[in-house]
């Protein structure tokens, strides 16, 4: 029997993500020589296939192996997997949970988070014109941080938050409670979670509840002049509404790393907007030296037929 490795939805996307593949492919090898490890499209007999560790594939491709037991995202996420019409049903799902994940994404968020509260972008231009201009404010440290989505990853944010003494709030449909964080619960509690974010981080899982969640409606119940950082899924912002609301002075900035449509379009306003930083979704990148173990010992507990770690909640979506 075997493990199918499937990255790309076609030959570019697949070519872009081979480093992927095959890295993960020759550390799983590192760690059991035995295993049989195909990566697609290369699979040699379909009916070998008893796991598929899949990212960004093509959709349909999962409903050729028959004997399927097992389908591990190499993600974070899941959200892809479910846009899937021929997804084969009742069929294990994981993900990963990683810290090493969990440690790039805050470092990725704190340094957003500073860019803003330093001002950087202000001192950036003031260096550029050659203007010593010391106008107060130096800095915007009185603002608060609003973590929406207070999982795996929301948590370690709000720790790293906290120790750097930046006053700091969450948001999650179940009450959490964090250490020197005022964490609010449900929809009862989610406007006044708003209402007091200066700096709103969105860190919440792609779902049908949460599509679209970063609207007007959402924009408006924030503090004026509200900074927005995504490092969840482009599909939870609604494009239009933040290009509008930054432009008639609602919102200050945008520190953007996911986009509805990846790689982003070179021609998209995202790109050029004053306001909005981008960079291309290497906010947390998988790295399968740190994933191999936990995606083998998940491939062992399958064939053993014992509980996975990190199991999705088909219901729910994540």
């Known amino acids: 029997m075997a493990i199918a490795i499937l990255c790309g939805k076609d030959k570019l996307d697949h070519e872009a993500h081979a480093w992927l593949a095959t890295s993960l492919k ?23 296939i008893e796991c598929a560790l899949v990212w960004r594939y093509r959709l349909g491709e999962l409903n ?9 995202s190499l993600g974070a996420g899941v959200d892809y997997l479910f846009t899937d019409p021929q997804l084969p049903k009742n069929i294990p799902i994981t993900r990963i949970v990683d810290p090493t994940m969990a440690r ?31 106008q107060p404010p130096f800095n915007f440290a009185d603002k608060t941080v609003g973590i929406m989505g207070l999982g795996f990853l929301g948590s370690r944010l709000a720790d790293a938050l906290t120790h750097l003494q930046i006053n700091t709030i969450g948001w999650s449909k179940t009450p959490k409670q964090i250490e020197n964080v005022k964490c609010y619960a449900s929809e009862n ?24 969640i970063i609207n007007n409606e959402l924009i408006a119940e924030l503090r004026d002049q509200a900074y927005i950082i995504n490092v969840a899924r482009g599909a939870l912002l609604v494009e239009e509404d933040l290009i509008a609301a930054l432009n008639r ?9 996911v986009f ?43 064939l053993q037929g014992k509980p996975l770690l990190n199991q999705v909640d088909v219901q729910r979506g994540y």
């Not at 550390?27 to 070998?48: G, K, M, R």
């Not at 704190?110 to 550029?128: E, F, G, K, S």
């Not at 509690?189 to 679209?212: A, G, R, W």
């Not at 002075?249 to 790393?257: E, I, T, V």
Request: charged fraction near 20%; include cysteine; proline fraction near 4%.
């Open 26 to 48: 020759s550390e799983l090898l590192t760690l059991d020589s035995n295993l049989d490890i195909q990566i697609w499209p290369e699979i040699t007999d379909q009916n070998q």
């Open 104 to 134: 790039d994404i805050t470092q990725y968020v704190v340094t957003a988070i500073l860019n803003y509260i330093c001002r950087n972008d202000h001192w950036r231009i003031c260096q550029q014109q050659k203007k010593w201009g010391k």
């Open 189 to 212: 509690e989610f406007k006044t979670f708003l209402n007091n974010t200066d700096i709103l981080v969105c860190l919440l899982p792609h779902t049908q509840e949460t599509e679209n």
């Open 260 to 302: 509805r449509l990846e790689p982003l379009d070179t021609k998209h306003i995202f790109w050029s907007h004053a306001k909005i930083r981008v960079t291309p979704h290497i906010a947390a990148v998988t790295n399968p030296v740190t994933i191999a173990h936990q995606v083998l010992e998940n491939y062992r507990r399958l």
């Open 64 to 72: 050729k192996f028959p004997h399927l037991k097992g389908i591990f």
């Open 249 to 257: 002075g609602k919102l200050s900035g945008a520190s953007l790393d």
